[in-house]
């Protein structure tokens, strides 16, 4: 069990199986520094708690201790907060004690360099922003759609670049983000759409209606941007 102080008072709990903080292939950290500098408060001074491939409510920061323990953590955020139930649950009916903490995330892409706002002159526009998935999990492909979903193409991938979306190799590294950009030709309004698949053939969702659930967490259906054309 990992214990940090909340900023409002605390206590924050979470815990993870002992197996996988102990297996090197998990690549837990106990992390005092980033990029060479010490943590700074918001990323979790003095000490943060870094597992990698789960969702970023295990990662607890501004550790205070750890404790082994026999079984799952029973702090709030464990028991009653991050969990998955499907659309028959609401708040009159929910049992949390019926569903498991979440730990590793859904595949998952977004576009970064466009916005619902953007009016746009026709011509060439670039369709970029990041890939990750959970579980250690890598991107196989992130495709991209300018018609809502009519056809594809698949954008180009770089992993490691020190200026995102400039063409690199794809490396191996399993927890990190990939950046993926693809430069389309657009014509009239459009709905731009990016969707996500790992290396287990995981695909995002089209659509939110098919995965929602009471607490609204990991909605990772298809990223969508409109476009207007400027007259």
């Not at 998955?84 to 004690?97: E, K, R």
């Not at 009016?119 to 759609?145: C, M, N, Q, T």
């Not at 191996?172 to 983000?177: G, V």
Request: charge should be negative; glycine fraction near 6%; charged fraction near 25%.
């Amino acid at each position: 069990m990992l214990n940090s102080q909340e900023e409002n008072g605390g206590p924050y709990k979470a815990s993870i199986p002992l197996d996988q903080a102990t297996n090197p292939a998990a690549d837990v950290l106990l992390a005092y520094e980033m990029n060479g500098e010490v943590l700074n408060r918001d990323h979790g001074y003095p000490l943060r708690v870094i597992v990698p491939g789960v969702i970023g409510a295990r990662s607890v920061k501004w550790l205070d201790r750890i404790d082994i323990i026999e079984e799952e953590s029973q702090g709030f955020f464990m028991q009653k907060d991050y969990k998955m139930f499907p659309p028959s649950v609401d708040w009159d009916n929910i049992d949390w004690s019926t569903r498991k903490p979440q730990m590793d995330f859904p595949v998952q892409c977004a576009i970064c360099s466009l916005e619902d706002t953007n009016v746009l002159k026709k011509g060439e526009v670039i369709v970029a922003g990041y890939a990750v998935s959970g579980g250690g999990r890598g991107i196989e492909r992130v495709d991209i759609s300018v018609d809502g979903g009519k056809t594809w193409l698949e954008a180009s991938r770089c992993q490691k670049s020190d200026v995102p979306y400039v063409s690199c190799d794809v490396t191996s590294d399993k927890w990190a983000w990939v950046f993926f950009k693809a430069v389309v030709d657009i014509t009239e309004d459009s709905t731009i759409i990016a969707k996500a698949v790992d290396s287990s053939a995981n695909v995002q969702p089209e659509r939110v209606e098919t995965i929602w659930n009471l607490r609204g967490i990991l909605n990772t259906s298809w990223h969508r941007i409109r476009l207007q054309i400027a007259p």
